[in-house]
């Protein structure tokens, strides 16, 4: 309906009479159907698409008009039921709060074409969006890779953002939805530190809680492996597990259990075990610090899982500490769990282990970041990139093992390295002779899939 009513003009020009009519016929039997069937549409976004296109085909068909009042009142109730207060879509997914401004920007205009001011629950909706896809944004420009977030397509995002240059920006360091935002110098840091949606909007969320990006100006660092493009639906399962998040894992189990479907009525199976998750956001003498924890492993285990974020004043430093703790009470285990803090580099940065033990990442820009840690082994692993519009990539991934009794505490720091004497073609060279397979190679064609003990799952 809604590409029908976009296109119609240039569909219908120079039409001869019997082409046009049977178009208009087709489209009124259309709109006459779904005023009776958007019920029957998935909820969350599907049942919202379904409406917008109702809503429109009244402002937009001839005779119409009546209908607009049966089609809009719906359509505010779930934008507000859909539409968090800052914001965010109740799936927490990125990718839906810019699908749905491509569908509710056109629909405002074509209130105000006819002569017809939107109801405020629209207008203000579509101001609160904006404002949190910006919170969302690494300083590269894409759209941070959580919950059924891929790659994120750059064109239409830019027409998003441009439509209302006047609209309110989030503050630099905040916490929206379940989502922290640290920003200083020409990093920024985006972190999940939110619960898993309720079930009926769940179908695409991930295991991914207390994962976080990473950007350094405008070229992505710390990623998480995102979602995979329609071609390539096998690889969704995968990358919703806690493995491919760059955040820690328990003995090789998903933080939530969430099921596989596109929506809960459609057949998917409810998250198993809720977990909670807190998160805080303060200042210290000009930098920012994140402190979150979630109890998803309690249940199992017995143990909460608590990461710490500090970056510092210039953005050229960032301290970080994971924790694995009893949930009530100090706890000693039978017998020694393994955990992985894995952190997943973007398909172009390079990593090489220097003669310290210490890990240097190397930016095709030619900066170089300088990673460490203790409390657990560190190495260079394997790792796949699936949020990209050419498929599945190689890239690499720093990951630290150890073995958790009942506690662990593992800290690790990331700083930017300043070096003169290096120069930036030499650097940049570097990183093509250490990323050297090709990006675009699809897994399914030569690619070693990944394994459990390359720290993806299986």
Known sequence: MLSWLSHAGLILDGAERRPYGSFMLSLEDQATYLSAAWRNASDGYPRLLALIGLAQSALCIAGHESRLGKAERPLIEELKRQVLSDGAHVSRNPGTILDLLLDLLPLRQCFLARGLTPDETLTEAIVRMLSMLRHLRLGDGQLSRFNGMGATEREA????????????????????SGYARLHLGPTVIIADVGAPPQPEFAGQACAGCLSFELSAGGEPVIVNAGAPASSQERFRAVSRSTLSHSTLSLNGHPSALLGYAEGFRQGAE???????????????????????????????????????????????????????????????????????VHFHLHPRV???????????????????????????????????????????????????????????????????????????????????????????????????????????PR
């Open 350 to 456: 390079g990593a090489r282990l220097a003669g310290d033990g210490s890990i240097e990442l190397l930016l095709p820009g030619g900066a170089r970041w300088q990673f460490r840690a203790a409390g657990a082994a560190v190495s260079i692993e394997e790792s796949t990139h699936y949020a990209d519009l050419r498929g599945a990539l190689h890239a690499q991934q720093v990951v630290l093992r150890g073995l958790c009794y009942g506690a662990a505490e593992v800290r690790w720091t990331l700083e930017r390295v300043t070096d003169a004497s290096l120069d930036l073609s030499v650097q940049f060279a570097e990183v093509r002779a250490i990323m050297s397979s090709e990006d675009d190679q699809d897994p399914a064609n030569g690619m070693a899939m990944p394994t459990e003990a390359s720290g993806s």
């Open 157 to 176: 995002l830019a027409t998003v953002l441009t439509y209302d240059k006047a609209v309110q920006v989030s503050d630099a360091s905040s916490l929206l």
């Open 270 to 340: 409810p998250p198993v075990g809720r977990y909670e998750a807190v998160a805080n956001l303060s200042e210290d003498d000009g930098a920012v610090a994140l402190v979150a924890s979630h109890d998803g492993y309690a249940s199992r285990f017995g143990l909460v899982h608590a990461r710490s974020i500090k970056l510092s004043h210039d953005g050229n430093c960032v301290e970080g500490c994971d924790k694995l703790e009893g949930a009530k009470t100090e706890l000693r285990l039978a017998w020694d769990v393994p955990f992985a």
